[in-house]
């Protein structure tokens, strides 16, 4: 089916049918929302007011008062049936990714499957809340650790990973016994609003259960950077965690630390793979076209850097080429697709002028070029360039936001690392060998300097058990696995004197 016959209209309305959404949540309203599949309009969104807004967090804060007094596994519970619900909603809702932010139907759907995973990682979460208990220097006296819930948690978040990124942050920070408020990216709210529908589903069924929650522990504020501001600027939101660009979390991270709240900071990305003279070239192969083209270069994970060495670049790189000329792009609803459309015009300006400037640093680009604007002249697909450059310079160390892999060839190992930790960013990284040293050397202190570093996989793709998050102008924020739910918590440290005596601390006398 051609672009220009596809009804993604009718499609949302019935999506929203099935969940419960109302017209009046998604049309004649002041926020516009267009499909990149076809860049025609498909929602019309009321924005909240900035008063109401105000109004919405203090009822989160008073959500939260209530909230924190209920047991940890029960909360799980809530997010056991969140889990259930998505389960049932998979298909829906990640056809509404793929409509909404132009993803492939199969990472649409994994970014669903991102959210029940979180969901169950956080219900076994609920009963595992732990605190130390610590050896005193006192007799008779005991020390600990307790975890407390913390507060409404603001959550931003962006295009890209529209519904993924709000579960990774919910589902902690409510098992943690926290309310939570959420402003999507402008680009993404049919996504949001469809989650905010299975979420009030689970909701209703656990209070059906008998479970107690109270009004407005997860809300929704559909609005611009304004509204954004409020959550950042309130008083009464101890963290927020947002994620987007450096840009933004330039702005946000000093706001928060101005009024002394917490910030979860998932920035830009700049990942970049090392390819050794020992690598498995057809795995590499198969690694480097998914985290360079997958979503259309729009993961902030993505390889954006490929360092090969001098040994294999002409038997790889030239692969590598026939594969850019020879991927499937189109519609991301019709199967074999591989890659889909830029979320607007903007990116794809963006795009063209990185490309301008690789060439202008000694760059050779093949690929990049628009592609079905014949089929649909307001959506921007892209054929995905690859960029053989000289050197580490011009837009190589900017994250553009787009499908470009520049490829620079390297003699030394230790020169390859050196470059590779040698940009602003520090979020995802690869190295691509069978020589147990480079491996091992690229995962240790010297190695790379990244929150995330993988040997023979690429940089994009993390799986939730693990803290995921980056160093550098990546905001040093961490979330999903591990123990990254610590941050959604306050912690308090308790000494207890079950004796008749007083012995102070470091022998300290004060008789009185
Ligand atoms: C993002 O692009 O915002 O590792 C996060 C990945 C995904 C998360 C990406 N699990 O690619």
């Not at 190295?431 to 690229?442: G, H, L, Q, S, V």
Request: hydrophobic share 40%; charged share 20%.
């Amino acid at each position: 089916m051609t672009l220009a016959k596809l009804d993604l209209v009718a499609e949302v309305d019935k999506i929203f049918a099935d969940l419960g959404v109302t017209a009046d949540q998604y049309k004649g309203g002041t926020l516009t929302v267009r499909s990149p599949i076809t860049g025609t309009e498909i929602g019309k969104l009321p924005e909240v007011s900035a008063d109401d807004a105000r109004a919405a967090i203090d009822a989160a804060h008073q959500a939260f008062l209530e909230w924190r007094l209920v047991p940890a596994p029960k909360r799980g519970e809530l997010i056991r049936l969140l889990g259930e619900e998505l389960r049932a909603a998979k298909t829906s809702l990640g056809r509404l990714v793929s409509i909404e932010v132009g993803k492939v139907t199969s990472e649409g759907l994994g970014e669903v499957q991102e959210m029940i995973d979180i969901c169950d990682f956080a219900v076994g979460l609920s009963r595992q809340l732990y605190g130390l208990t610590i050896a005193t220097e006192r007799s008779e006296h005991r020390m600990m650790e307790t975890w407390h819930p913390l507060g409404p948690v603001g959550i931003i978040s962006a295009f890209n990973f529209p519904v993924a990124v709000w579960s990774w942050n919910a589902a902690l920070a409510l098992v943690c016994g926290n309310s939570t408020i959420w402003k999507p990216s402008e680009k993404t709210p049919l996504t949001a609003l469809a989650t905010q529908a299975i979420f009030e589903k689970a909701l209703s069924r656990y209070i059906a259960d008998g479970g107690k929650a109270p009004q407005n522990l997860s809300t929704l504020l559909i609005g611009g950077r304004d509204i954004g501001e409020i959550l950042v600027d309130h008083d009464k939101v101890p963290l927020v965690s947002a994620t987007g660009s450096t840009r933004m979390g330039r702005e946000v991270g000093p706001r928060l630390a101005k009024r002394f709240a917490r910030s979860i900071l998932e920035l830009g990305g700049n990942n970049a793979a090392i390819v050794t003279q020992t690598a498995d070239l057809d795995l590499t192969l198969r690694g480097v076209a998914f985290s360079a083209m997958g979503t259309a270069g729009q993961r902030c994970t993505t390889l954006r850097r490929l360092f090969v060495h001098d040994s294999v670049y002409d038997a790889l790189v030239p692969r590598l080429a026939k594969a850019y000329q020879s991927v499937t792009i189109g519609s991301p609803l019709q199967d074999g697709n591989l890659v889909g459309p830029l979320i607007d015009q903007a990116a794809f300006d963006k795009m063209q002028a990185a490309l301008e400037a690789a060439k202008a640093a000694g760059g050779t680009v093949v690929g990049g070029e628009r592609v079905l604007d014949g089929e649909a002249a307001d959506a921007y697909y892209v054929r995905p360039a690859i960029v053989e450059m000289p050197d580490q310079t011009g837009p190589v160390r900017d994250e553009t936001f787009a499908p470009i892999l520049y490829v620079i060839r390297y003699q030394d190992f230790d020169e390859a690392i050196a470059l590779h930790n040698d940009v602003p960013q520090g979020l995802s990284s690869s190295i691509f060998t069978n020589d147990i040293r480079e491996a091992e050397a690229f995962v240790s202190a010297r190695g790379s300097d990244c929150g995330i570093a993988n040997v023979n996989i690429g940089p994009s793709g993390a799986e939730i058990g693990g803290a995921f998050g980056g160093e550098k102008e990546t905001g040093g924020g961490r979330e999903s696995g591990s123990d990254a739910w610590r941050a959604y918590m306050r912690r308090a440290t308790n000494t207890v004197n079950y004796g008749r005596t007083l012995p102070l601390a470091q022998g300290v006398k004060f008789d009185i």
